[in-house]
């Protein structure tokens, strides 16, 4: 495909909003709250900033980069940039990678779907037993089935309108309303009775819980909020202009992430500490689980307000799953149209049914097919620990290497300074960042989390 016929983001704004769709997801309002109450609040909220800071814009900036500079799609890029090397394999991985998460992903995404349809159908009211109505559900073969194909039909329309009215538009529309419910509700959890005690545990740090574990959780965390380590932000950033700024732009999406993440957190907490007998380390529940019992017992004298609640909060989640499961089908769908000369549509289309077809499989794992595991994982776990867990440490290692010491020094001054017709002050501590830091403080991770 020439250069020309490629498609561009229209906008800045637009180029900041899609890709922030795509690092704003349910790791920021399901894994993030989960993660932070597990690793003791306060403490690993800051960990968890110095990793985005030093390790997740420098890696995002690279991605875009490599992106921009090849226009070309995840794994291609090497074949433009480095060519005939084995750098190519680094891209392919990404591809595979993006299958995976896309599969599994979408299995959680469709359970906002259907608990923002109970939600507004009333049926997450006040005596119903939450644990029970989200094990049924996980376990009914058809019912999870079936939202994982609807999500990813809904992803699927997105896509096949194309980068700039599909993605781009979405994203524009999408992103502000999403800040708004945040905000909302926000707002609304500073008025719950356990506010107090849901603060101190999010802004009191206590550094007696800083273990190297929690510190690595950060790392990990800051990884997969930021979509960064397998091409999915260099797919995005193939579609910029000449003249995006592109560590900005990373700064801009890292901050707005770190945002909604943090903004999350001040929803979930003050809500946890409301009711008696939550507590913040119940783990991946804490969406599904407690967050309608909050509702349900915050609001008991006013179930309109309840009501609005609840269906506000799934929508949101639904929200943002959405403009991530649109990343991550762009990548592959991409990579097909390109690398088979195929029309975006086919492409989409394979992306959709393969992905369906996997994510059924992953969804299924809840249930029916919980006993057929291997190295005791059921298909759902092991591809969130083969994708998460190794392809994308991997990944963002070898991004920070090809940047940082295999690329010709001048392309990446020109494209940071855009040709010279910007200034950047960080330069210098981007290379630094990006030949030492990342290569070594990624490898910790990589290593330790694959032989906890
Ligand atoms: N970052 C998204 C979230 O926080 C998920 C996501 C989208 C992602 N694209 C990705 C994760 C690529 C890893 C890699 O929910």
């Known amino acids: 495909m020439s250069k020309v016929e490629r498609a561009n983001f229209g906008s800045k704004l637009g180029v900041i909003l899609a890709s922030a769709g795509s690092a704003v997801g349910l790791g920021n309002i399901w894994r993030f709250p989960c993660e932070v109450g597990e690793n003791g609040g306060a403490a690993f909220m800051l960990v968890y900033l110095a990793c985005v800071i030093f390790l997740g814009v420098p890696v995002m900036t690279s991605e875009f980069l490599i992106g921009r500079r090849s226009r070309a799609n995840a794994a291609m890029a090497y074949n433009v940039l480095a060519p005939g090397s084995k750098w190519s394999f680094v891209g392919l991985m990404g591809v595979f990678a993006s299958f995976l998460i896309l599969s599994y992903y979408t299995v959680v995404a469709g359970w906002t779907l259907e608990y923002s349809v109970a939600a507004a159908s009333n049926k997450l009211s006040s005596g119903v037993d939450f644990v029970g109505f989200f094990n049924d559900f996980v376990a009914n073969p058809w019912k999870s089935s079936l939202y994982v194909v609807l999500f990813m039909v809904l992803t699927h329309l997105v896509i096949i309108r194309g980068v700039t009215d599909g993605i781009e538009r979405f994203s524009k529309i999408m992103m502000p309303v999403l800040l708004v419910i945040i905000i909302v509700l926000v ?34 965390q800051a990884f997969f909020s930021l979509s960064i380590g397998m091409g999915c932000l260099c797919t995005y950033g193939s579609y910029f202009s000449k003249d995006t700024n592109l560590m900005k732009t990373a700064g801009s999406v890292a901050f707005i992430d770190t945002m909604v993440a943090f903004m999350a957190g001040f929803i979930i907490f003050p809500a946890v500490y409301s009711v008696p007998g939550l507590s913040p380390d119940a783990g991946p529940g804490l969406v599904f689980v407690t967050m309608p019992n909050v509702f349900n017992m915050v609001f008991s004298g006013l179930p309109w307000l309840g009501y609005l609640f609840s269906v506000l909060f799934y929508v949101l989640l639904v929200l943002a799953a959405l403009t991530s499961t649109v990343s991550l089908h762009e990548v592959a769908t991409a990579y097909i149209h390109e690398r088979f000369n195929l029309s975006r549509k086919t492409g989409a289309y394979i992306v959709t049914v393969v992905c369906s077809v996997l994510g059924i499989l992953c ?11 291997l190295f005791d994982m059921t298909v759902f776990d092991l591809f969130d620990f083969f994708s998460a867990k190794f392809l994308m440490p991997l990944g963002g290692m070898l991004i920070s290497i090809f940047t940082g010491w295999y690329l010709d020094k001048n392309i990446l001054k020109e494209e940071i300074t855009n040709g010279g017709s910007i200034k950047v002050r960080f330069f210098k501590i981007y290379v ?7 290569p070594i403080a990624i490898g910790v991770i990589f290593i330790n989390e694959l032989f906890k």
């Open 187 to 220: 707002f609304c959890s500073f008025f719950m009775p356990g506010a107090g005690a849901g603060l101190t545990f999010l802004l009191k740090p206590d550094f007696s819980k800083l273990t190297p574990e929690v510190a690595l959780n950060a790392m990990g």
């Open 363 to 373: 969804a299924l794992s809840f249930g029916v097919l919980n006993g057929y595991r």
């Open 432 to 438: 630094l960042l990006l030949k030492y830091f990342a």
